[in-house]
């Protein structure tokens, strides 16, 4: 055998014991979940949760689940259902969302409305399905 050989095999097996020590090709699937939660929209103008009458947020506006500042999962808004807050808030547009594969083991995570701002919550929180907040009150609105 060459020395070309020999050399270029002892490569191969060094790489192949380095990605096989660092977990390269064998590496366990981190552990996610499902966040869910409501977004209540008190800026309703009609009688529908519809985009003309609901003017904070629709039907399809992205979701982002953040953690450390990167975006770990991305859903969606779901269609808005009218609740009635009488006697205190009249009508309101209660939108669900959820969004699948979030990471577990990060504590905290931040909320991202497209468009609306940020909310920052417990993991706990998000895996409850309890969550909800008003979208007047999401930090880093826009102006």
């Known amino acids: 055998m060459s020395v070309r050989k020999v050399v270029l095999s002892a490569i ?3 790489t192949i014991s380095a990605l096989t020590a660092c977990g390269g090709a064998s590496a366990t ?29 629709k039907t399809g506006d992205q979701v982002k689940i953040q953690a450390n500042g990167t975006t770990v999962a991305m859903g969606e808004v779901g269609p808005g259902k009218l609740e009635d807050r009488s ?7 209660v939108f669900d969302f959820k969004v699948s594969g979030v990471p577990t083991g990060q ?25 909800t907040v008003n979208t007047t009150k999401l930090e880093d609105q826009p102006k």
């Open 12 to 14: 191969t097996l060094l």
């Open 107 to 131: 504590g905290f995570y931040k909320v991202v409305v497209e468009g609306q701002g940020t909310k920052e919550v417990s993991e706990v929180e998000l895996k409850s399905g309890t969550f």
């Open 29 to 57: 699937p981190q552990s996610t979940f499902d966040a869910a939660g409501k977004l209540e929209d008190y800026s309703l103008k009609g009688s529908t949760c519809t985009s003309q009458n609901a003017n904070v947020l």
């Open 87 to 93: 006697p205190n808030n009249g009508y309101i547009c």
